[in-house]
Structures are given as C-alpha cells and as structure tokens.
C-alpha cells in the first residue's frame, strides 16, 4: 500500500518560512521523480517545485528564489523549505510520486497539508 505523508504545514506571517516534509512508503522511492504542487480555494492544483531520480529540480516562476525542494532517499522523505513567504502562497500543499514503469504511469498522491500565510 502505497502511503505519502505530508507535514509541516501551519501558519505563518507574510515573510516567515515553513519546511514541509513528505515521508513515503510503499514505493521504491529513490525510483521515483517527487513533487510538490498547491491548490488554493477556487483554484486548480498548481505545479509548485519538482525533483527528479537524478536530482534535477524545476521550479513554478512564482517560488523561484524562495522554494527550494530536496530529497532524502535514505528516509524516503522529500521536502520543501519555504522561505518569503506571501499570503498568496496560502493553499493545500500536496506531495506527489510519479514515474513510468513499462509504459504505465504510476502516480501517487499525498492527502495534502493546509499552509497559511497572514498577518
């Protein structure tokens, strides 16, 4: 059973920092390229930062510079470390697991945690 665990989410003021946590289980992690995507209320989920099996990251424009995602495979955990943050960061921050496997997609995603920012 395939399991992602995300944590770290809260509240904080416009500028403050959070690191969010994603912790799997059930996959082979070091196999599979992690991401971290966002969806805010009446908003579509949005790509937010991604890391590949080889460590490569790609970054959304908007959190370039402040996002930074990274990945512990040893612990199966990925992070985010969210520096300056502004209140439109404010959204359900979900982990996803992807790769291709003999032609199929597996594609697996966290239940989401709920970060805030306001003063």
């Known amino acids: 059973q395939v399991q992602l665990v995300e944590s770290g989410g809260g509240l904080v003021q416009p500028g403050g920092s959070l690191r969010l946590s994603c912790a799997a289980s059930g996959i082979i992690f070091s196999t599979y390229n992690m991401g971290w995507y966002r969806q805010a209320p009446g908003n579509q989920r949005e790509l937010v930062a991604t890391i590949t099996r080889g460590d490569s990251t790609t970054y959304a424009d908007s959190v370039k510079g402040r996002f930074t995602i990274s990945r512990d495979n040893a612990n199966n955990t990925v992070y985010l470390q969210m520096n300056g943050l502004k209140p439109e960061d404010t959204a359900i921050y979900y982990c996803?697991?992807?790769?291709?496997?003999?032609?199929?997609?597996?594609?697996?995603w966290g239940q989401g945690t709920q970060v805030t920012v306001s003063s």
């Open positions: 996803n697991a992807d790769k291709i496997l003999r032609g199929a997609r597996l594609h697996y």
